[in-house]
């Protein structure tokens, strides 16, 4: 670390972007444009009627979506070798390229790609959130290793917003041309990567203490934000809005996202002041922690991959990539993922056709996906929040909300199993809920019991279970019924189905017995995930965060003590 002095201090404009809490709302910007995959119930409509693809087929890319969105091993370990910069360029790319090329295709602006052509070309976008996932969530949850619970669930949470982020700028920017909203969430999510892809980067040294407080200032700028989105959802639904209503709102929408800035600047300024008076202090701490990393770094000895895979450390101590993959903690948190998350994933991608087989036009469906969008952001800040308490105040395992929150989601799958009126609404809301609480949980959980050093690895090889359960119960299961439904329909009819037909069915009966399923596979998942809260309890029963409370600063504190004795020397 460079040495510093009162003559070295760099100016407060390179230190604000350069500081560790410009990273977090520079993370906060690209993670709320990272939840695109959420919307393939808006636009899954327009390829299934451009392209002449039944519902199974639909099913098939909403797969590929799922597999492209939680596999992501290779952005993991390309995050092992490479700066945080790069990672964040690929992601770009990728994003870029896979939403560039469905939109030409739906768009007839190219020749009508083969169905294995468009399952890749929405699985490379789809992949590129993982890099985002791991560039700027993994970089902030090693900034701030003592709120991973709180960050998880602000982080995810802006993730959760972005569907309804994203439908306001689409009607501002496309009016009410939904195959546009392929081509937005191609070319936004790239540009705003691109923009803050330098300031995003893993940063050691002093903490601050009570930095909660700081992330709970965030937080009520983030619920205001999501309480403004739920409104206007709402007020959409029920009036007809102009476009220049919802450029409006879209301005608005702007403000929110940007409002963390004046806590940033706040914080950040503190900092720089307090370097400013104590530099000296600085370089003495500084390069006190230098030389205790090189003594607790020298007696340490390099562990080939092969070796101990089934002698592991203790529960929260850095778990190589093998012995964490293979360990019986997470088999059991990847059965209850594949359960839990592959139920909410195969309700969110039908959320479109669920609304057409029961009467509601695509603006009220688009709705609903708005109401899972929001609710998703408040799953994920609940979770975070509300874990990270019931953990430092009550030793409650963390395994134990997932356990509840699993439970909760199968109320939703009955509620689209036997509709009655209003009731996708209410479904709407404990299906977005529920399956946004389940990601920061799960997340927050690897990086308790399998530690912080291959946490970009073990983070995204754990969510490959949620494509797996989309696969098994979303194309297999949900897929297939609903078109069992749509062709004994046709044949009630007296009708059969044409070459390159659109497969629809209308009626409560569409998706009862997919929804049935789902529901038993919930319960079952909640039941897993018992067994998960038993082996852990005793891990939580003690200070998970004991071994990163060294090097705390309260700057403050050290602020209001050199005013006070500079008011005694006056």
């Known amino acids: 670390m460079a040495k510093l002095t009162g003559d070295e201090i760099v100016p407060f404009s390179a230190h604000l972007v350069t500081g560790r809490w410009f990273t977090v709302f520079a993370t906060f910007l690209v993670m709320s444009m990272a939840g695109a995959t959420y919307l393939f119930g808006t636009y899954s409509k327009d390829i299934k009627a451009a392209l002449g693809y039944d519902q199974t087929t639909v099913n098939l890319l909403g797969f590929f979506k799922d597999l492209g969105a939680n596999v992501g091993v290779l952005s993991g370990l390309l995050a092992e070798v490479t700066p945080t910069w790069f990672v964040l360029l690929v992601g770009a790319g990728l994003n870029f390229f896979g939403y560039f090329m469905i939109w030409l295709s739906v768009t007839q602006r190219v020749a009508k790609p083969a169905v294995w052509q468009m399952c890749l070309y929405i699985l490379i976008g789809a992949n590129s959130q993982n890099f985002a ?4 969530l993994v970089t902030c949850i090693k900034n701030f290793p003592e709120g991973r619970g709180v960050m998880l669930g602000l982080l995810k949470g802006f993730v959760g917003l ?10 501002a920017v496309y009016g009410n041309d939904s195959k546009s909203m392929i081509l937005l969430i191609g070319w936004l999510p790239a540009a705003v990567s691109v923009v803050f892809v330098y300031t995003i980067r893993e940063m050691h040294g002093v903490r601050q203490k009570d930095e909660k407080k700081v992330f709970y200032g965030f937080l009520w700028q983030s619920i205001v934000l999501a309480l403004f989105l739920m409104v206007v959802t709402i007020l959409q639904n029920a ?12 301005a608005v929408v702007v403000i929110f996202l940007f409002s963390p800035l004046w806590i940033v600047v706040s914080e950040e300024l503190a900092i720089w002041e307090h370097k400013k008076r104590t530099a000296l202090e600085l370089v003495v701490v500084s390069q006190t922690q230098a030389e205790a990393a090189k003594l607790s770094e020298t007696p340490q000895k390099h562990t080939p991959w092969n070796k101990d895979i089934f002698n592991p450390p203790p529960r929260g101590e850095d778990y190589t990539i093998l012995q964490g993959l293979l360990s019986v903690d997470m088999i059991v948190l ?3 993922t594949l359960c839990g998350l592959g139920c909410s994933l195969s309700a969110v991608d039908s959320f479109g056709q669920i609304g057409e087989s029961l009467g509601y036009n695509v603006k009220v469906t688009s709705s609903f996906l708005s109401l899972v969008s929001i609710w998703n952001y408040f799953g994920r800040i609940f979770s975070g929040f509300v874990s990270e308490i019931l953990i430092t105040r009550y030793k409650i395992p963390r395994p134990v909300m997932m356990t509840l929150i699993l439970l909760l989601s199968s109320v939703g799958y009955l509620l689209i199993a036997f509709p009655f009126s209003g009731s996708l609404y209410i479904a709407s809301v404990i299906i977005g809920f529920s399956f946004g609480a389940q990601l920061p949980l799960l997340f927050a959980i690897i990086s308790e019991l399998f530690g912080l050093k291959y946490y970009s690895t073990l983070f995204n090889c754990g969510q490959i279970a949620s494509p797996l359960g989309s696969y098994i119960l979303n194309v297999q299961i949900t897929g297939r019924l609903y078109d069992r439904e749509a062709t004994q329909d046709l044949a009630r009819r007296g009708m059969t189905r044409l070459p390159g037909q659109e497969l629809t069915c209308m009626g409560r009966h569409c998706f009862r017995l997919p929804f049935i399923v789902l529901t038993v596979a919930a319960i079952f998942g909640a039941l897993v995930n018992l067994i998960l809260v038993f082996r852990t309890r005793e891990f939580y029963k003690g200070d998970v965060y004991a071994k990163f409370q060294d090097n705390v600063v309260d700057y403050s504190a050290k602020k209001e003590s050199d005013s006070a004795k500079k008011d005694e020397s006056s």
């Open 334 to 336: 990847f059965l209850a």
């Open 162 to 171: 972005s569907g309804a982020i994203f439908t306001q700028i689409y009607h």
């Open 133 to 136: 996932n791991t560039g700027a």
């Open 239 to 250: 009036f007809a809005f102009p476009r220049a209503g919802y450029a409006a709102c879209t």
